[in-house]
């Protein structure tokens, strides 16, 4: 198994919004690639908030092959989906 982690942190202006459309949209849109069988989606605690809190989505793969095709064929394209 691997277990590819992102960690974001989101202006507290926007954190509602910002959560809706990760769990609704962004994640989904991920796991549609078929390369992660699972996801969690964590908000890590005791961080300094003053600009924002601190998100941590983790995607799991069966094997190293599958994340580096999500790497090389699918992030570029996600990476130009704005919130």
Do not use: C, S
Not at 47 to 65: C, H, I, L, M
Not at 69 to 77: D, G, L, N, T
Request: net charge negative; charged share 25%; no cysteine.
């Amino acid at each position: 198994m691997i277990v590819y982690n992102v960690t974001i942190k989101v202006d507290n202006n926007i954190v509602d919004e910002w959560q809706q459309w990760q769990q609704e949209f962004y994640i989904k849109e991920v796991l549609d690639t078929g390369l992660f069988y699972d996801r969690r989606f964590f908000q890590l605690l005791d961080q300094d908030e003053a600009e924002g809190k601190t998100f941590v989505v983790q995607y799991f793969a069966n094997n190293r092959k599958d994340y580096e095709r999500y790497i090389q064929y699918h992030v570029p394209a996600l990476l130009n989906i704005a919130f």
